[in-house]
C-alpha cells in the first residue's frame, strides 16, 4: 500500500493536529515555502533510549522550538522487537517518532556479506521484519521508518558498491520491506527514502536507487559539513546540498522534500554563521523539513547545534521563523 496521506503529496508537509494522540501530516502547494508558513523541525538522537529523548527535548527547549520530529536508530543485529515504549515516550511529546533501521551490526565496519542489500532482498531477514511489521500495525500508531539510508556512500554493508549490493539489490531490498509492512496492514506507518548528498559527482547512484513513489513517502536528504577533519574542506550549504535537492526534487516532484539529517564542524570555519546561512538558504527551496544530528561523537566532530553559546543563539535566532 502507498499511504494515502503521501498519494498525490505537494510540496509542504505540516504538522497541524495532535489529537486523540494522533499526529498527522498535511499538504499544501508546489511553491517554495513563505516566511508564514510552518515548517517541520527536528533533531536525531545519538541512542534509541530515553536519555536521548531527554537530551533532544532539553535542546528543543533551549532553542525555544517546538519538536516536531525525533529520529532514533536501532540496527538488525539487535533483533529487538519494535520499541513501541521509546515510540510512546516521544509521541507523549506531540512528536513524531522516527525510526532509523539499519540493517547491519554497527560494531563490524562497512563490509558485511550477510547485511549486503542482495541478503535482504534474497528474503533472509524476512521473519524479523513480519515481526516488526505486525507489532506496527498492532501497535496503530503513526511513526516514520527511514530504512537503509545514505546508500550511496561506502560506510554500511548495504551500500552500493559493497559485495552483494547493486542499485538493483537496493531497491530490490527497500521494496521488499516496505510490501511486508503494507501486507501486514501497518497503513499509518510513512516511509522515508533517505540517501546521502552527491559523492564526487556521481548522481546515477541515487537515480538508480530510487525505490519508487509507490514505495516512499518522504525523501530526504543527509549532508555534513566536515569542516577541515582530514580529506575534507569548508562547505556552504549550498554547496553541500544544492545540486542533491535538484536531483531529487526532479526524480520525485510530488515528494515531500526534507533534511534528514546534518552537523557541521565547529573547526574550519565560522559555524555558526554556517548555521544561519543553511536556514536561509533552505527558504529559498522547496525543502519542508530539517533534522539535526544533534549529538558529539568519539571519533568524530562535535555535530551538536548548541555546541557553544554562540552556537546555540545563532541555531536559536535562525530556527526563530523557520
Not at 24 to 34: F, M, P, R, Y
Request: proline share 6%; net charge negative.
Amino acid at each position: 500500500m502507498p499511504t494515502s496521506v503521501s498519494t498525490g503529496m505537494s510540496r509542504r508537509a505540516v504538522l497541524t493536529s495532535l489529537s486523540l494522540g494522533a499526529l498527522t501530516l498535511v499538504t499544501a502547494s508546489n511553491a517554495c515555502q513563505s516566511n508564514n508558513q510552518p515548517r517541520v523541525f527536528g533533531l536525531a538522537a545519538n541512542g534509541i533510549d530515553d536519555p536521548a529523548v531527554k537530551q533532544a527535548e532539553a535542546t528543543a527547549d533551549s532553542l525555544g522550538k517546538r519538536l516536531d520530529v525525533l529520529t532514533v536508530y536501532d540496527a538488525f543485529v539487535r533483533q529487538a522487537p519494535l520499541p513501541t515504549e521509546l515510540l510512546d515516550r516521544i509521541t507523549a511529546l506531540g512528536t513524531i517518532p522516527l525510526m532509523t533501521w539499519e540493517p547491519w551490526n554497527p560494531t563490524d565496519g562497512s563490509t558485511q556479506p550477510l547485511y549486503s542489500a542482495a541478503q535482504i532482498a534474497g528474503g533472509r531477514y524476512d521473519a524479523y521484519v513480519a515481526t516488526w511489521a505486525k507489532q506496527a500495525a498492532a501497535y496503530n500508531r503513526h511513526f516514520l521508518i527511514r530504512f537503509a539510508h545514505e546508500m550511496n556512500g561506502n560506510w554500511y554493508p548495504w551500500s552500493v558498491g559493497q559485495p552483494g549490493s547493486t542499485p538493483e539489490d537496493y531497491v530490490a531490498a527497500y521494496r521488499r520491506v516496505r510490501r511486508i509492512f503494507d501486507d501486514s496492514g501497518a497503513a499509518q506507518v510513512q516511509w522515508v527514502w533517505s540517501p546521502n548528498v552527491i559523492i564526487n559527482g556521481n548522481t546515477e547512484i541515487i537515480t538508480r536507487c530510487y525505490p519508487g513513489d509507490d514505495y516512499v513517502d518522504i525523501i530526504g536528504v543527509d549532508g555534513y559539513n566536515f569542516g577541515d577533519d582530514p580529506g575534507h574542506h569548508w562547505r556552504s550549504p549550498s554547496d553541500l546540498f544544492g545540486q542533491t535537492l535538484e536531483l531529487v526534487a526532479g526524480l520525485a516532484p510530488r515528494k515531500p522534500l526534507w533534511i534528514s539529517e546534518v552537523g557541521c564542524s565547529d573547526h574550519g570555519g565560522d559555524k555558526a554563521a554556517w548555521i544561519a546561512d543553511l536556514i536561509k538558504f533552505l527558504k529559498s527551496t522547496n525543502v519542508e523539513g530539517l533534522i539535526w544530528f544533534d549529538a558529539d561523537k568519539i571519533g568524530e566532530p562535535d555535530w551538536r547545534l548548541a555546541s557553544s553559546p554562540q552556537n546555540g543563539t545563532a541555531a536559536r535566532q535562525a530556527l526563530s521563523d523557520w
